[in-house]
């Protein structure tokens, strides 16, 4: 059973380091294929176990005692009281059940709407809605009702307070801001936050990362030099020990470490050259060793991975400047070199959790450290396949017209590299045309992958990405997109110090937004995240956190304690729920993919293809336009959910 989980916990780690960077590759206008994902992942997996090898005695049996390891203590627990888990193991899955049927009726076959939305008539550019799936109301049930509101928070500020602000001194313009090629006035409430919150919500959101890391530097930095003191007293300390207490070998660190950083500079797909191998090496030791020491202090949720990684490409994408590698064609091999060393990273705490465990029950450390690297390779793969295929499911093709502007792309040796092309060409509405990759605001039109006409050079179609596409309505449709808020701020930081060539204005906006929270003593990052999140995304976590308040009420009142509530049958229904949703999404989105052929030649959108043939959507009618049936059926959730953690 210790074998099977830390195989298995491998995943949860692999896929936070891969989605909080790779997705920035999309937002940049470049495409994400399954090898890229997969080797980045497969590189910083490996790399994560590699380093933990000389360190493990180090930490965690030197530090025992001092070094809790909560994760892994609390499923060293359920190993030895596995016989417990029969009743929680059914509440787990008839939360599941129930999430992926929900999702599965709303998001597959449409039954009732996925984003119930209010728009002010009287208030112009105010609006409100909510993305009423089963995952989020989970999601805002464990994190709280202090964060949930927080993030509902920095969401009303964005819809109600920046958006109608913008509409509000903006629409008596006669000339676009900046570059744009719409005036205000004629924006809609999501175009004015695709053009402006966005960089002031990226702008809060990169600045308080960093003040969470500048907050973080004392016991970063002490991290970094007690692992090290106890790394030089435990590399001679090898003879005669027992099974529990046998290693891989200390050579295979620095060989695997080597290869690997070889194998990288040889994949030109990468981007990566024989800095930044070496760049991955160093940042990947130096984080891993403060990865495990923060996990052994306060758990692996509170691990602040993505702080690290803005910190390492940072220090990157500085160096790079400093010897001249500036311009675009560096962006790739900058984002690659976060992404192996986040993995890296955070596969470094998971790893030392799970070494803890084995600790505690008396595991042998080499067959764990062999059974992540097979949990990592594995992970790798299947992470690369999932996100690729989500990108590519709600990926849309819109028409987009820039009268007058033309994007020629640029030669290699070029020394203005805005617009680029390698060559490629996409059929879409029964014509070829060229595709382009705008890498910098040109004229007009904002960076990402485009269309062009081969004759006239004129825009005519974007290629929004699935991941962080800023597209949110077509012809006045919601369409559904997946947000990555970190992403985002690895591509603001890469841009910002490699091509010089931003918004200034709207990101500090953004910044002392965050430095005036940060004033008021309340905490800046929650807040910052969600101006920069949809406000669908913040108010169905918010109505989950509501919940949890309720049964937080109960619990101050006496009838239950807040031990019970944090490890009671409410986090643990809501943990289904999340699991529930999120596989139904995937399996939606296999299924959207399978029939995209189909859905091209009866001309509906891939995503609503599914409900298109079983036609569950129009034999229901007004029913599943209504947004008081969708919040209706929400609520009904949130009521299900309040009475099994009530239990």
């Given at each position: ?64 005692g001092?070094?809790?390891?909560p ?35 709303m998001a ?10 209010w ?41 109600l ?14 000339t ?43 016991t ?13 007293g ?48 160093v940042f ?37 400047l ?35 465990t ?10 764990q ?29 819109v ?20 617009v680029?092309?390698s ?65 985002t ?13 931003l ?5 500090l ?11 008021m ?46 490890s ?49 959507q129009?034999?229901?009618?007004a ?25």
């Amino acid at each position: 059973n210790n074998i099977v989980q830390t195989t298995g916990s491998a995943g949860e780690s692999i896929a936070a380091g891969i989605v909080f960077t790779l997705p920035a590759i999309l937002l940049m206008g470049y495409d994400l294929t399954v090898g890229k994902v997969a080797v980045i992942a497969v590189a910083g997996g490996v790399m994560g176990v590699l380093l933990m090898i000389p360190l493990r005695r180090a930490l965690i049996v030197k530090e025992h005692g001092r070094l809790t390891y909560p994760e892994g203590t609390a499923c060293a627990e359920v190993l030895v009281a596995g016989e417990r888990g029969g009743v929680q193991a059914k509440r787990l899955f008839q939360a599941f059940g129930l999430a992926f049927g929900y999702k599965f009726l709303m998001a597959g076959l449409k039954a009732w709407r996925e984003y119930p939305t209010w728009t002010s008539r009287s208030y112009q550019g105010a609006s409100i809605s909510a993305e009423v799936s089963p995952e989020l109301l989970g999601v805002g049930y464990i994190i709280g009702p202090r964060i949930a509101g927080y993030l509902f928070a920095g969401g009303s500020l964005a819809y109600l307070v920046l958006i109608p602000a913008i509409k509000l001194f903006g629409s008596g313009l006669t000339t676009p801001i900046f570059a744009e090629t719409k005036l205000i006035a004629d924006m809609s409430p999501s175009e004015v936050r695709a053009e402006f919150v966005f960089y002031i919500g990226a702008g809060a959101v990169a600045s308080a990362g960093i003040i969470a890391l500048i907050r973080g530097l004392p016991t970063i930095v002490g991290a970094f030099r007690s692992g090290f003191q106890d790394l030089r007293g435990s590399l001679d300390e090898r003879a005669g020990r027992l099974r529990t207490d046998v290693d891989l070998p200390t050579w295979v660190t620095p060989v695997g470490a080597a290869a690997l950083a070889l194998i990288l500079t040889l994949l030109p797909q990468l981007a990566v050259n024989l800095l930044g191998a070496v760049l991955i090496v160093v940042f990947g030791f130096f984080f891993s060793v403060v990865s495990s020491r923060i996990t052994g202090q306060i758990g692996v949720t509170a691990n602040p991975i993505s702080g690290m990684t803005i910190a390492a490409l940072i220090g990157t994408t500085s160096i790079f400047l400093l010897i001249g590698w500036t311009g675009v064609d560096y962006r790739v091999g900058a984002i690659s070199i976060a992404g192996v060393i986040a993995v890296s990273a955070a596969l470094a705490g998971t790893t030392s959790q799970d070494l803890k465990t084995g600790f505690l029950v008396g595991a042998t450390p080499r067959r764990q450290q062999l059974a992540i690297v097979v949990g990592a390779v594995t992970s790798a793969l299947a992470i690369g396949w999932t996100l690729t295929l989500l990108n590519n499911t709600y990926t849309n093709i819109v028409p987009e017209s820039h009268p007058g502007v033309t994007l020629e792309a640029a030669a290699p040796d070029a020394p203005d590299r805005s617009v680029t092309a390698s060559g490629e060409r996409m059929g879409h509405a029964g014509q070829e045309w060229d595709v382009v990759r705008v890498n910098v605001p040109t004229e007009g039109v904002q960076p990402g992958k485009y269309l062009v006409d081969p004759e006239s050079r004129e825009v005519a179609f974007l290629v929004d990405p699935g991941i962080g596409g800023r597209v949110r309505e077509i012809d006045g449709n919601p369409v559904t997109k997946l947000d990555s808020p970190k992403a985002t701020i690895m591509a603001l930081v890469t841009d910002g110090i490699l091509t010089q060539k931003l918004p200034w204005g709207l990101v500090l906006i953004g910044v002392f937004l965050t430095l005036s929270i940060e004033l008021m003593g309340l905490q800046s990052l929650p807040i910052a995240v969600g101006v920069y999140l949809p406000i669908s995304t913040s108010a169905s976590m918010f109505a989950g956190g509501v919940v949890r308040w309720l049964i937080d009420r109960r619990s101050r009142s006496g009838e239950r304690s807040i031990v019970e509530v944090e490890s009671g049958p409410g986090v643990l229904f809501s943990s289904g729920l999340i699991a529930g949703g999120a596989i139904a999404g995937i399996v939606i989105a296999g299924v959207a993919a399978a029939l995209v052929g189909r859905a091209e030649a009866a001309q509906v959108p891939a995503a609503d293809y599914l409900a298109h043939v079983v036609g569950l959507q129009g034999g229901l009618g007004a029913f599943a336009q209504s947004d008081l049936v969708s919040l209706a059926v929400f609520a009904g959730l949130g009521f299900i959910l309040y009475r099994v953690a009530s239990r």
